[in-house]
């Protein structure tokens, strides 16, 4: 495969159902053959799909790279689908430094691991609360029933959020990050805004004991705006539950897959952490990274940058590059933990990253903990798949389990 691709024809590959299934083998060839790939689309800026590992790194942390599409001389709200976002609010992934420092540095205090560590006895018990219902069904179905239900209920209760509409958050954050914008994409845009706007007004009324309340009550020169109030938590609403929901769905399927894993697991639940880490690697909830900008004539590795092209980085790919990792398709549970780009790189490196970690590990051990056995209730072909360059998760996961009996 060339790093010159006709018009859209990389694009659409990459946006197809195979790819949605299964986006390893395309982005194999692709990371074999060059550190980046020129597409471009009719109607929309030239675009680079970057796909080697030392090349994704510099790219995410090069000063010439910027989020925002102006700063490379283009309008305003160019999104990695290929059309214009008109309606979207600014957030930690849409700005650079230092605007982007200062709001990171305004919440970020809220996801250190010692907070983080407080929040763990809590999200215990979600997961075992969530994890005894799913399984009390004939059919259990570990998407909707358990590895979407743990981190939104997590990141509802951090920002004191009514987990009353969930259903509704839900199909706003499905919305979002779809890979085609349009009239649903607007609506929910419009209608998760005007909630949080509505939300946070209520807050700054009668304030309570949750993240939301801390930053609407916030009187240090650097607090945020209310637009920026508005969009951080937009942001770790969206973040905080559809990749963490990604992640936890990973590894349940990987379990189904991988018999004995889940038997090792049991047998030593402290390898929980390093099954998660490799599960981040191998398959990871985000498959490219948000859109950058080259503000300057550049190269990533060989291949030449031009001023406005939109550079997309796949994660995916880097966390697969045989040039980084020894047999990088195979699942290791002795792998080195570490060097992945699953939370990205630099600046932007995921603020949320010790969160999803502890979210994921606490899902998996209450899951296992309750399981002898797990196999697919349909056929892998028949799975279903979130669409789209920006997420890799699956969206239904039927099961039939044998129970452990009493949980240990």
């Avoid at 430094?97 to 763990?120: D, G, I, N, S």
């Avoid at 805004?193 to 650097?222: F, N, V, W």
Wanted: hydrophobic fraction near 45%.
């Amino acid at each position: 495969m060339t790093t010159e691709t006709p018009g859209g024809s990389l694009r659409a590959e990459l946006e197809g159902p195979a790819f949605q299934a299964d986006p390893y083998a395309v982005l194999r060839e692709l990371t074999r053959s060059a550190a980046a790939h020129r597409c471009e689309p009719e109607g929309a800026p030239p675009q680079l799909m970057v796909t080697g590992y030392e090349a994704a790194r510099a790219v995410l942390t090069d000063p010439r790279v910027s989020k925002r599409s102006e700063r490379a001389g283009l309008e305003p709200g160019w999104l990695m689908s290929g059309v214009r976002d008109e309606v979207g609010v600014d957030y930690l992934l849409t700005v650079d430094p230092p605007e982007h420092t200062r709001l990171r540095k305004v919440v970020a205090r809220a996801f250190t691991p010692q907070r983080v560590e407080a929040l763990r006895p809590r999200t215990r018990e979600i997961a075992d609360r969530l994890a005894d219902e799913v399984l009390d069904q004939e059919t259990p179905e570990l998407v909707d029933g358990f590895a979407a239900r743990v981190p939104i209920s997590v990141i509802c209760e951090l920002l004191g959020v009514p987990l009353d509409d969930w259903d509704r958050f839900r199909w706003a954050s499905e919305q979002v990050v779809a890979p085609v914008a349009g009239a649903d994409r607007e609506e929910a845009y419009v209608w998760m805004s005007g909630y949080l706007a509505e939300l946070i007004a209520g807050k700054r009324a009668e304030p309570g004991a949750d993240l939301l309340s801390a930053l609407a009550d916030d009187t240090d020169d650097d607090r945020l705006t209310d637009p920026e109030l508005v969009g951080m938590a937009f942001l770790l609403l969206i973040a905080g539950y559809e990749t963490t929901a990604n992640l936890i769905g990973a590894v349940l399927l990987g379990l189904a897959r991988r018999p004995d894993l889940l038997k090792a697991l049991r047998a030593d639940p402290g390898l929980i952490p390093t099954a998660v880490e490799e599960f981040l690697r191998l398959d990871g909830p985000v498959v490219t990274a948000t859109e950058r900008f080259a503000t300057e004539d550049m190269h990533v590795g060989d291949v030449p940058v031009r001023r406005g092209d939109m550079l997309l980085v796949s994660l995916a790919a880097a966390n697969r590059d045989p040039a980084r990792f020894e047999e990088p398709d195979s699942f290791r549970l002795g792998r080195p933990a570490g060097g992945h780009l699953a939370f990205g790189h630099g600046v932007h490196h995921c603020l949320g990253a010790p969160l999803a970690r502890m979210e994921a590990e606490v899902a998996v051990t209450a899951f296992v903990r309750r399981v002898e056995s797990l196999e697919l209730a349909v056929a892998e072909a028949d799975l279903e798949w979130a669409p789209g360059l920006l997420m890799h998760g699956v969206r239904r996961l039927p099961v039939s389990v044998v129970a452990a009996g009493e949980p240990a």
